[in-house]
């Protein structure tokens, strides 16, 4: 069992930035890959980043493309989402999943077997 905790979601002006951080539980954290989603009101959850088990390899969604960075430190069992130039359009809940399959992280929910409970951004304009 793999528990996900994020933190550093908050009410940003457009423009701003924050940076989401996960812990997870797991001592094996260091063999899978992590994902960030988010979910907005009324839309459904939709990819925003994954990062592999080594942190060597990384994709976006092209939503956010050059202006999120994900990252982890195996060392501490984190997984980090630096969101830069945020928009009135990145206002959702962010959600970070491990993905024990999967080596450099899906753009399927599906894909994900462990899912934090969120944290709320909220970009104002």
């Known amino acids: 069992q793999v528990q996900l905790v994020e933190s550093g979601g908050g009410l940003v002006r457009t423009g701003g930035s924050l940076r989401l951080s996960c812990a997870a539980s797991?001592?094996?954290?260091?063999?899978?890959?992590m994902g960030w989603f988010r979910q907005a009101p009324g839309k459904e959850r939709e990819f925003v980043a994954a990062?592999?088990?080594?942190?060597?390899?990384?994709h976006y969604a092209d939503s956010v493309k050059g202006r999120f960075t994900i990252s982890r430190d195996n060392a501490k069992n984190m997984v980090y989402l630096q969101m830069n130039s945020l928009k009135p359009e990145d206002t959702a809940v962010y959600y970070c999943?491990?993905?024990?399959?999967?080596?450099?992280?899906?753009?399927?929910?599906?894909?994900?077997?462990?899912w934090g409970q969120g944290t709320q951004v909220t970009v104002s304009s």
């Open positions: 999943a491990a993905d024990l399959g999967g080596s450099s992280g899906s753009t399927y929910s599906i894909e994900y077997d462990y």
């Open positions: 990062i592999s088990w080594s942190g060597g390899s990384t």
């Open positions: 797991e001592r094996t954290f260091s063999n899978y890959a």
